[in-house]
């Protein structure tokens, strides 16, 4: 390894631990944003921007309908209630970098970025793994407690302070385990290499079904379910067993855990905030903080009140419109489809986006937003969809190709 490829193993080694695992580090979003700024997006966005230059019109022609989306969401925040454009040019200038960067670096350090991909994930397993041990070990909280509770906050020491909630926990690691078996299927194969997915798995697997989130669960069941049905290999229906194994044991120890919140007012929510989409269907009413409280009668007869509808289709519609959502969906649905007739490893990050998009459905917040929890849910997925589309033909999975 060279000098500079080892400058930028140890530079994405970096991004990726923060990537999945900054936050349950940082106790504040904002800084863990303005140390990726530092860390990350400016010298990524300088690297893909010298990549890019010598075909810069190809690189247009490739992400035509992200761009496109890009622009109108910026866009809209102007025609908002409240607008925010700085947070939406944050949001434009990340979501752009993530995806030209990927593009550039399959290109020109494939294994470098899958090494340090499926190191960031392991960190981040690791880091989760605290968290689950503090929780229940030094806060002392009994194991039919949801892991992280209702909001609160535990300062174990000088570095350890558990303040993530469930919601931000679950979307922030449902879809790690599939990146890491992704990661590992494009490095050379040693002992280590393929332990290391199955051990980031289990340590995940332990913490989100801490996270007692129903919604992850079935998420989980969608993109292992996707593996086998795409590849038609039968050794992929071993994660589906497990799934099955882990649901039914859940029903038979705790039961409660999946059957004592009912819908939790899903469908009146979304009931309610198709009213509001209604008012402005086809351009949105444009992206703004946040959207008017949605106002129900739950389930036992008392009103409740919520911010969001719990559904990341439903806020695209709300702030973006039919427009935004037809927009959103061409930015990868073009890339899934390519990756149904080529390349057997491309059915991972499929099974990734199955997964992320299948949380979203229950519990999305904000469509358009610098990098956030939801991002392994969302854009990280499509964007190493997108990127490993345009991989070089003919590129031997494992080389790489100098700049």
Not at 30 to 37: A, E, H, S
Not at 67 to 74: D, G, M, N, P
Not at 160 to 170: D, F, P, R
Not at 276 to 299: K, N, Q, Y
Request: aromatic letters at 16%; charged letters at 15%; one cysteine or more.
């Amino acid at each position: 390894m060279s000098r500079r490829e080892k400058i930028i193993f140890t530079w994405l080694t970096v991004t990726f631990c923060l990537f999945f695992a900054g936050l349950l580090i940082f106790d504040r979003r904002p800084r863990l944003l303005n140390v990726l700024d530092i860390v990350f997006f400016a010298p990524a966005f300088i690297y893909a921007v010298r990549f890019h230059s010598r075909d810069f019109s190809g690189f247009l022609k490739r992400n035509f309908w992200l761009i496109l989306f890009l622009f109108f969401a910026s866009c809209s925040t102007f025609f908002a209630s409240e607008p925010n454009p700085s947070r939406f040019f944050r949001a434009f200038f990340h979501i752009l970098t993530l995806f030209a960067f990927v593009q550039a670096i399959l290109r020109t350090h494939e294994t470098i970025f899958w090494r340090s991909l499926l190191i960031g994930i392991l960190f981040g397993a690791l880091v989760a793994m605290i968290d689950f041990y503090c929780y229940y070990f030094v806060v002392d909280r009994p194991f039919t407690d949801q892991l992280y509770g209702k909001y609160e906050t535990f300062h174990i020491n000088k570095l350890i302070t558990l303040s993530t909630n469930q919601l931000h926990a679950s979307m922030y690691f449902v879809t790690l385990p599939f990146f890491a078996f992704f990661a590992a299927s494009r490095l050379p194969q040693s002992v280590t290499v393929r332990l290391a997915p199955y051990a980031a798995s289990v340590m995940i697997a332990i913490y989100l079904i801490a996270n007692q989130r129903r919604s992850t669960l079935v998420a989980l069941f969608v993109g292992s379910l996707v593996l086998p049905v795409l590849t038609l290999r039968k050794k992929l229906v071993v994660p589906v067993l497990a799934m099955i194994v882990v649901i039914v044991a859940i029903l038979l120890v705790n039961p409660e855990m999946i059957t004592d919140r009912g819908s939790s007012s899903r469908f009146a929510i979304w009931t309610e905030t198709w009213h509001s989409i209604a008012e402005r269907p086809v351009l949105g009413h444009g992206m703004a903080g946040e959207m008017p409280d949605i106002h129900i009668v739950s389930s036992d007869g008392k009103p409740a009140v919520f911010s969001h509808p719990h559904n990341y289709y439903l806020s695209l519609l709300y702030y973006l419109g039919v427009a935004g959502l037809v927009l959103w969906t061409l930015i990868w649905f073009p890339s899934a489809l390519h990756s149904l007739s080529h390349r057997d490893t491309a059915h991972w990050p499929l099974a990734a986006l199955a997964t992320g998009l299948t949380a979203v459905f229950f519990d999305g917040v904000h469509p358009f937003t610098p990098f956030m929890y939801n991002w392994p849910s969302v854009w990280i997925p499509m964007a190493l969809l997108v990127g490993f589309r345009y991989i070089k033909p003919g590129l031997p999975p494992h080389a790489t190709e100098n700049t």
